[in-house]
C-alpha cells in the first residue's frame, strides 16, 4: 500500500506528508471532510524516490494503478479512453515542501483524437474540448517531449496572422480554427521530437507519470532547493485525479478565495471568480475576473459577482470556505472550480498574509475560539512584526506596477523608507533642514563630522561601507534609515551631481531621492510612504507572548532616546549599551583621541576626565529612563584605529591640544593601525593596555548610579567586559571595579545593585567558561563575534562567499550572520555545560543581531539561556519568537 | 618538623624541594653523600609563606631554631656570640625554583665588636676579622634596613680619597683603615636608620631571617616571576649555615668549578679559582683568578693553577666533583671555598651549557654509561639544537663585554645573521653581488618585484611588516636572515641613506651592518659571525631520537630546494607545502593576477593554464625529491588581495594583457580589498568562489605525480583544504579532486597514492570534525589560525597587547603564537575525540609554527597525534622534542 493512495483512505499524518506531499495530503483531509474534490488516488514519494535511482517502475505499480482507475470510472461513471464518455485525469506534482511552480503537470490526459468527440458531446461544447485537448498536446510535448513552449506559440501567431488578427484572444478562435491549431500542435510535435503525440491514454498516462516524477529533477527544481535549503533526497509524489473543467459554458468557472482579507485581516470572504475558464485563467490573469461577494463588487461597475449570479454555488464555496478554515484552525487560500453548476474544490492551504492581517487573525481567532492563545502565538511570524513598527514603501511588485523602478541598490543597513531632498554635506543638510526641507544626506562615507547632518537628514545614503560602516551604525542609532555600500554610486562633488548608475542620468543637489532602508533600493523622485499601520490586536498578542515567554527581553540602547523607545516597545532592560557610540560625537572624538594619543600622564587623565564627565550625564539619563531596570553597559569595544584621526585638521587641533608636532601626532596615529582590526587591540585588551581607559568608563557608570540613587533613582548597572579570552583579563577589571566602587559609594544602598559580567565572543572564553564563572555574575555571549570567530570569518569581508556559498553552490543553507550557526549553539552549548556544570544559577543571555532573529531565540530556548537582547524594532519581534519557542520547547518540538 | 630541617636528615625528594628549595635540598643531598658541607639546618617555605601572611612567627620556631644551632656549635666546636670562638653563620634564601640574585641573602651574622677579637685571633688574621665585620654591616644595611649600597661605597671611596688613592684596591687598605670604614659603616647605618647596628647576634639573625623571607615579594623578584611565569604561592625558604672563608689567608681560596667544559663538551674539570678571597669575589670578577688545572693554565704566564699549588685541596674537589657528576647523572656547576686548606663545597647545581655541549656530554654519558639513552635524550634543550645549524653572533653579552651594542631592533622574521653593505633596491643587490659584495637589501617593505634582489641578498631588513610580512615569510623560504617591522628605520631613498634610530648617524648605501634574524638586533658595521658547529654525536643521538619517538616528524617545504633540506635533516615527508609562495616569482604573479582579473571565461582558463604549467613543474621536481615519501600540498591560501598589483606598471601590464581599461583592472583589484584579510576570502573559500582556481591546482598536483610514476617514481601526494568550516566544502572539493584523478590517471598504479586532508584550523572544523572524518583521509591542524580564531587575535596585530599582557601586567604566561594555548589544545581534543569516536584511526597532525616547539610537540603526543610538520631548521628539534615528549609520556609525568 505505500505504491499508491486513494483520495478517500485515512493515514498518518505525518506519513502522509512524507509520502504524499503537502498538496495531496490537503485533498485527502478535504475528503475526510466531506468537502467535494474530483476523485483521485496519489503515487507516493517512495516509488517516485525508486523510479528516479533505478529509472523503472515497481512491478506491482501497473495493477495497482488500474485498480484505482477503475474506482475513479465507477465513482464517475466515465471510462479512461472511452469514445462515448471518457474520463480525463490530471497528472500532478506535489512534495513535501511546497516548491510552487518548480515542477511539472499535465492536464487532460485521456484526450485523443477519438475520445474528443465524447466529451465535446458530454458538455455540448465541441470548442470547448478541442481546447482541452490542443492544451494536453502543448503540455504533453512541453513536459514529456522537452519541445520549447515558444513553438507552439508561434504556431498560435500565425494562425491568428492568417486569419488578419494577430492578437485576437484565443476565445474568439472559431471552431475551425481550433481544429486547425490541434492538427498543427500534432504535426509539430511529431515534427519535432520525431514521434507521434501518443492516442494511446495509457501511453500518455505514464510519460506523464515519469515526467513528473524526473522534473524533481530538473536544473529549475535544484536551484530551487538549493537556494530555500530544501532536502534533496524528499521527492515529489505524483497524484492522479479525475479532471473538472470550468471552461464547459457560462455555468462554469474558476475562482480563488482567501477566507479573511489577507491586506487586513478583516473577516470576510476575498477572492475573484472567472466564468466560463480554467484556473490556470485566473492565475495567467489575462481576462478580468468578477469578485465573489456582492459586497465587493465596486459600485457602478457592471461585473456581477459570483454570489449574484450563482447563489447557489456561492453558498457551497462560502460553506466549504467555512468549514476549511474551521477545520484547519487558520485562515485558506482556496482554489475552486464549478463545472456545469457544481462547486469542487481543488486546492486549500494556508493564506500568506500581511503581518497586519496576521496578528488581526490571530486575535480574532483566538476571541472565536478556534484557536488557543498558545496556538495564535505560534501562527504569527515573528520577524515580520518589524513592519508594523514603521513608514514604509509600498511593496517592489506595487511599485513597478506602476511603473517605478529602483534606480540603484545598496545594502540594506536600516529600515524604514524616506524621500527628501540630495544634499552632499552635513552643513547643507542642516541649512536644507532650517528651511523646512526634508533631505537625504549622499556621501562617499560618513564620519564623525557628518553626524549633526545625519541627525537632521531624513536618510543617509553612502556608495562605500558595509552593514556595520559608520553611516550604518550612527543611522541604526538614530532610527533613520539608511542604505550604504551602492557600488553603482558615483558622487562628483565639483559639480554637485550624483550618478545613481552608469545609465542613469546624474541627479543635481536638492533633486529629490527616496531610499529603503529595509531592501537597499533607492528610487529617483519622491515616492508616498505607506503609514506604519496601528495594529490594535498587536498589544494583546503581546500581553500573551509576555505571559507565555520563560526568557527575558532586554534591548540594545546606546542613548537615553533608545532607551526610552526600548521601554515602549516592550523591553524589560537594556541588555546592551555600547559606550563606543558615545563617542561618535566630534568633541568627544576629539578628547578620546587625546587621551589616545598623549605621551604625559597628565595630560591622559585631563582628556580621559573630559569624557568621564560626559559619559557620566549620559548614564545618568539612561538609568534615569530605565528607573531600576537593568542597564548593561558594556566596556569600549572599538578597535583603536577606527577612533584615530585621518584629516589634517584634526591632526592639527590634537597636536595643539597636546603640544606636540603634528608629525609626531601623525606618527602616532598611524601606529594604530591594524592589518586585521576587527580582530586586534580592541575591548578588554584595549581597555587593559591602554592606562586609564577602563577605569574612567567605569568610573563614569558609578557615578552616575551613585548620583542617581541620590535623587532616590534605583538602578541595577550591569557591566559588561567585552572580548575576554582569558580569567586574568576578568581578574584584574574586577578588581578595579570594586576599588572604584568602593570609592563612589562610600555608604552602601540598597538602591544600587551592581553585576559584573562577561562578554561570551570569542572561543576561547567558551572552553575556559568553567573559570569565568567564579568570577563573573553573568554571561553574554555575543552572536557577531562568536560567529566570526567560531567560523574564522569576518563579517565585514564574508559577503564575498557567503552568498556564493548559499546560493550558486549551495554549500550552507543560511546566512550565519543572520540565523546562528549551529557550531556557534554547539560552543554556546559547551561553554554553559562547563559554566553550570560549576554554578547552576548562572545568569546568561544572548546579544547582537541574533538576539533579534526568531531561530536564533528558539536555539537560546533550547540552550536553556536566561535573556536575549534585540535591536529595538525587533523587540515586539524578540518577544513573540521567545514566547513562541517556550511552546514549542513545551511541546517538545 | 615542618619548621626547621638540619641539613642531615633524610627526606622525600619532591618535599624536600617544595619545603626547602632547589639550593637547600642540593646541600641536604651532599650532606647524604659524604661531602663536606658547613653545617647548617633549613626553615622551611612554611614558615614564610605564615610570616609573610600574619607577620608573625610560629611560637616553636625560636626553641627550634636554638636547638638547631646548638647543634652546629657542638659539630664546630664554637659558639654563636662567643667572644672567643664565635661561631659566624649565613642567612641565605632560596626557593623551589631557581631566581638567581632576586633574593637577599646575609653572611657573617653573628660578629659584633666584642666576637671580632676572636675571629680574628683563630684565623690569626685582623684584617679578614674587619673586612668580615664591614661586610656584615653593609650588608644588614642594605638589606634589613633599606638603605642604599651607593652610600656606603661614597664612604670607602671618601676613605680611599682621603688616603689620596682613590682608585686603591680594598685589600690594600691598612689594619688602621680597615677600623675607620667599620666605624664610618656603624655610623651611616645608625644616621640612615635613626637605630644603630644591632651588637647582640640574636638580633641580627632574626632579623635576617625575617629579610630573606620577605625578599620573596621584593618587587625585582616579584617582576622576575610574572615573566617567568613562576607561581607567586610557593615562596622562598631559608637556610642558616655555618660560615666559612676563603679569605683567611693564602692557603684559603675560593672557586667555581664545571664538571666538563660548558662551551664544547669535553670531559675535564673548567674553572676558576681565588686564593684569599671570598665567593662573592670570584662572581664579582674585580680580581684575575687563576685556573683550576696545570694543563689550562697558558703557557708563559705566571699564575698558578689550584692543581700545582694546593695539590691536596685540588684532589679533594676533583674528588667531590666526580662524586658530584656521577650521583646527579649529570655535569655540575660547583662552588667551593677552601678554609685553611679544608675543602668545603657549597652549591652544586645543573651546570648551563651551549647546544653543543649538551648534545656531546648526553651522548658521552651514555657512553660513560652514566645515562641510559633515554635519559640522555630529556638531558638535551631541544630547542637549542636549531643554533647548531646556523651561522650566528656571538651572544649579546659577549658583544656588549667588547662594546658592541644594537643600533636598532627589529622583529626576529627568519633566523640566522649576516653581515653586508647596505643597499636600497633589488636591481643595485643583483649589481653589488654580481661584483662579488656580500649585501643587505634594505626596503620599507619586499613585494614580488624584489625577490631577484633578496635572492642574492645576505640578508634583509625592513621598517614595515610583521612575522608573516612578505619580506619574512620569502626569508623563511629562502633561508636568509630577516629583520623586519623596525619602527626606528627610516630610509632616506633620494639621499640615499638610512637611520637605524633618532639618535644614531644616518648610513650611506655601501656601509655594513649586520642583522641578527634570531634576536632582531641590528648593529652598524660587519661583525664576525660564528661558524655553526659541527658536533659529530648530533647524529648519534638523532638516532636515538628517531628510535625513541612514536610521532612522525614531517617539514615544511615549499619548493624543491627546501624539500631537499628537509630530508637531510631527517624529515620523513614533506608535512606542508604551501603553494601560495609559487606564486611570488613575478612573471607568475603576473599570470596569477590576469587569471583572477579576467572577466571572460576563456582568458581565465588560459592564464590558469600557464599557472598549472608552472605549478606541475614544481611539484615534479618535490616529488622527485621526496621520492616515494608524502608529499602534503595544501591548495591555495592567501587573501586575494594580497595577490592583486598595486603599482601602475603592474596595471597597464594586466590591462594590456586582458584587453581592458586599465581603471577597469583597478576598480577590479580594488574590489578584492577586505577589512580583515585574514579572515576573509582566502583558503578553500576563495578555492571554490573563483571558478576554474582549485582545479587547476589539483590537476598541476596529478599530473605533477603522473609524469613522476611514468618515470618509475613513485608518489605518495596528501592533498590538503586550507580554512575548512563546512563538510560542504570538503565534500564538493573531494568530488572535483576524485574527477580530475579518474581523467589524469586513466590506469591505476601502486606507484601512486593519493590522500585527502582537512586543514583543522577553524573552531567550527574542530567542532564538526566528526562529519568531517567521513570525508577525509586526514587532518593538519593549523596551529596559527586554530590561535588566531580561538583567541580572537590576529597574528599580525596581537603585538600590541600580548607583550603588555605577559611583561607589564603579567595576565599570561607565554606567546600563545609561540606555545600551543591550553584552549587550543583543548579544542584540538575535542575534535580528536569526536573524530575518532567514528573512525578510531584517523591519521592527524600539527603544522604552522607551533610544529617546531618543543612545548607543543609535548601537547601533541599527549593528544595523540600522529605527527608534527616543522619548519626547516627546527627538524632536529622537532625530532629531539618528539622523543622526549614520548619518553615523558610513557613515564606518566
Redesign the interface.
Known amino acids: 500500500m505505500t505504491l499508491l493512495y486513494p483520495l478517500d483512505a485515512a493515514l498518518d499524518r505525518d506519513l502522509r506528508l512524507r509520502l504524499l506531499g503537502t498538496k495531496a495530503a490537503g485533498l485527502h483531509e478535504m475528503v475526510a471532510l466531506g468537502i467535494p474534490v474530483p476523485p483521485g488516488f496519489t503515487i507516493t514519494t517512495e516509488v517516485g524516490a525508486e523510479f528516479r535511482k533505478t529509472g523503472k517502475w515497481p512491478d506491482t505499480l501497473a495493477p495497482e494503478l488500474d485498480c484505482a482507475l477503475e474506482q475513479i470510472e465507477q465513482r464517475l461513471g466515465r471510462r479512461f479512453g472511452d469514445r462515448a464518455n471518457p474520463l480525463l485525469i490530471s497528472v500532478r506534482s506535489g512534495a513535501q515542501v511546497s516548491m510552487p511552480g518548480m515542477m511539472d503537470t499535465i492536464l487532460n490526459v485521456g484526450l485523443n483524437d477519438s475520445t474528443l468527440g465524447g466529451l465535446a458531446s458530454r458538455h455540448g461544447n465541441e470548442w470547448f474540448a478541442l481546447d482541452a485537448y490542443r492544451r494536453l498536446i502543448q503540455m504533453y510535448a512541453t513536459v514529456v517531449r522537452n519541445i520549447g513552449i515558444d513553438r507552439f506559440q508561434f504556431r498560435l501567431t500565425a494562425l491568428k496572422t492568417k486569419l488578419g488578427r494577430p492578437r485576437m484572444p484565443d476565445s474568439e478562435l472559431s471552431i475551425e480554427s481550433m481544429q486547425e491549431l490541434v492538427a498543427a500542435y500534432l504535426s509539430l510535435t511529431e515534427e519535432a521530437s520525431g514521434s507521434p503525440f501518443p492516442q494511446d491514454p495509457d501511453t500518455q498516462l505514464w510519460d506523464s507519470i515519469a515526467a513528473v516524477f524526473k522534473s524533481w529533477g530538473n536544473a529549475r527544481a535544484v536551484r530551487y532547493r538549493r537556494m530555500q535549503g530544501i532536502e534533496e533526497a524528499i521527492g515529489t509524489a505524483c497524484t492522479i485525479q479525475a479532471m473538472v473543467f470550468g471552461n464547459t459554458g457560462m455555468t462554469s468557472g474558476s475562482g480563488v478565495v482567501f477566507t479573511r482579507n489577507p491586506s487586513n485581516g478583516d473577516k470576510h470572504l476575498y477572492g475573484e471568480y472567472l466564468p466560463n475558464a480554467q484556473g490556470e485563467d485566473v492565475v495567467a490573469g489575462l481576462q478580468t475576473p468578477v469578485p465573489l461577494t456582492a459586497s465587493a463588487t465596486a459600485p457602478g461597475k457592471e461585473a456581477t459577482s459570483l454570489e449574484q449570479s450563482s447563489p447557489e454555488a456561492f453558498a457551497a464555496v462560502s460553506g466549504y470556505c467555512e468549514a476549511l478554515e474551521r477545520h484547519f484552525g487558520d485562515m485558506q487560500d482556496i482554489e475552486f472550480t464549478i463545472e456545469d453548476g457544481t462547486a469542487y474544490i481543488l486546492q486549500t492551504r494556508v493564506a500568506k498574509r500581511t503581518a497586519r492581517a496576521a496578528v488581526r487573525i490571530a486575535v480574532d481567532m483566538v476571541r472565536e475560539q478556534v484557536l488557543s492563545k498558545e496556538q495564535a502565538l505560534v501562527r504569527v511570524d515573528a520577524s515580520s512584526l518589524e513592519q508594523l513598527l514603521q513608514a514604509r514603501l509600498p511593496s517592489e511588485r506595487e511599485l513597478a506596477s506602476r511603473g517605478v523602478v529602483p534606480a540603484a541598490t545598496g545594502l540594506p543597513a536600516s529600515p524604514g523608507a524616506a524621500s527628501g531632498r540630495i544634499v552632499f554635506d552635513a552643513d547643507e543638510a542642516v541649512r536644507s533642514a532650517a528651511e523646512g526641507k526634508d533631505v537625504i544626506l549622499v556621501r562617499q562615507e560618513t564620519s564623525a563630522e557628518d553626524i549633526h547632518g545625519m541627525k537632521v537628514a531624513k536618510g543617509v545614503f553612502t556608495s562605500a561601507g558595509?552593514m556595520t560602516s559608520h553611516a550604518a551604525v550612527v543611522a541604526r542609532g538614530l532610527g533613520k534609515c539608511c542604505v550604504v555600500g551602492c557600488g553603482g554610486l558615483r558622487i562628483d562633488f565639483e559639480r554637485r551631481t550624483v550618478h545613481l548608475s552608469d545609465r542613469a542620468e546624474p541627479l543635481q543637489e536638492g533633486d529629490l531621492l527616496t531610499l529603503d532602508g529595509s531592501t537597499g533600493k533607492v528610487y529617483a523622485g519622491a515616492l508616498d510612504l505607506v503609514a506604519s499601520a496601528t495594529v490594535d490586536e498587536l498589544a494583546e498578542l503581546m500581553a500573551w507572548a509576555d505571559e507565555t515567554r520563560r526568557m527575558r527581553v532586554y534591548a540594545e540602547a546606546d542613548t537615553p532616546q533608545a532607551a526610552r523607545a526600548a521601554l515602549s516597545y516592550g523591553a524589560e532592560g537594556v541588555g546592551l549599551c555600547r559606550t563606543e557610540r558615545m563617542f561618535f560625537a566630534p568633541d568627544r572624538l576629539f578628547a578620546m583621541q587625546c587621551a589616545l594619543l598623549a605621551v604625559e600622564a597628565e595630560q591622559r587623565s585631563h582628556w580621559l576626565g573630559e569624557l568621564e564627565r560626559a559619559q557620566c550625564d549620559d548614564f545618568v539619563e539612561i538609568f534615569e529612563a530605565m528607573n531600576g531596570r537593568p542597564v548593561t553597559i558594556r566596556l569600549l569595544d572599538r578597535a583603536l584605529q577606527e577612533l584615530m584621526p585621518e584629516d589634517e585638521r584634526s591632526l592639527r587641533a590634537i597636536a595643539d591640544a597636546l603640544d606636540r608636532e603634528i608629525e609626531e601626532v601623525a606618527q602616532a596615529a598611524a601606529?594604530h593601525r591594524?592589518?586585521?582590526?576587527?580582530?586586534?587591540?580592541r575591548g578588554v585588551?584595549?581597555g587593559?593596555?591602554v592606562p586609564g581607559l577602563y577605569d574612567m568608563q567605569l568610573r563614569a557608570m558609578l557615578r552616575a548610579a551613585h548620583r542617581c540613587t541620590e535623587r532616590r533613582t534605583a538602578v541595577t548597572l550591569e557591566v559588561l567586559v567585552p572580548?575576554v579570552?582569558?580569567t586574568?583579563?576578568v581578574v584584574?577589571l574586577r578588581a578595579v571595579l570594586d576599588r572604584a566602587q568602593a570609592q563612589v559609594f562610600k555608604r552602601p544602598t540598597t538602591l544600587f545593585k551592581c553585576r559584573f559580567g562577561t562578554m561570551m565572543?570569542?572561543?576561547?572564553a567558551c572552553?575556559?567558561a568553567d573559570e569565568l564563572a567564579q568570577h563573573t555574575d553573568f554571561f553574554s555571549f555575543g552572536g557577531n563575534?562568536l560567529t566570526?570567530?567560531?567560523?574564522?570569518?569576518?563579517r565585514?569581508?564574508?559577503n564575498?562567499?557567503l552568498p556564493?556559498?548559499r546560493n550558486e553552490?549551495?554549500?550552507?543553507a543560511s546566512d550565519p550572520f543572520t540565523v546562528l550557526?549551529p557550531?556557534v549553539i554547539?560552543?554556546i552549548r559547551?561553554a554553559l555545560e562547563r559554566a553550570r556544570g560549576l554554578r547552576p544559577g548562572l545568569l546568561a543571555g544572548l546579544c547582537g543581531d541574533h538576539g533579534g532573529s526568531p531561530d536564533s531565540i528558539e536555539a537560546c530556548e533550547r540552550l536553556g539561556l536566561d535573556f536575549v537582547c534585540a535591536p529595538l524594532s525587533q523587540l515586539p519581534g524578540a518577544r513573540l519568537a521567545a514566547a513562541q519557542a517556550r511552546i514549542r520547547q513545551n511541546s517538545g518540538c
Not at 591594524?674 to 587591540?681: D, L
Not at 553552490?809 to 550552507?812: C, D, K
Open positions: 558595509g601606529r591594524e592589518s586585521n582590526p576587527a580582530f586586534g587591540h585588551r584595549a587593559l593596555t572580548m579570552a582569558f586574568s583579563e584584574a565572543e570569542l572561543p576561547r572552553l575556559i563575534d566570526q570567530t567560531v567560523l574564522g570569518a569576518s565585514d569581508d564574508a564575498r562567499f556564493g556559498y553552490l549551495g554549500l550552507i550557526d557550531q554547539e560552543l559547551i
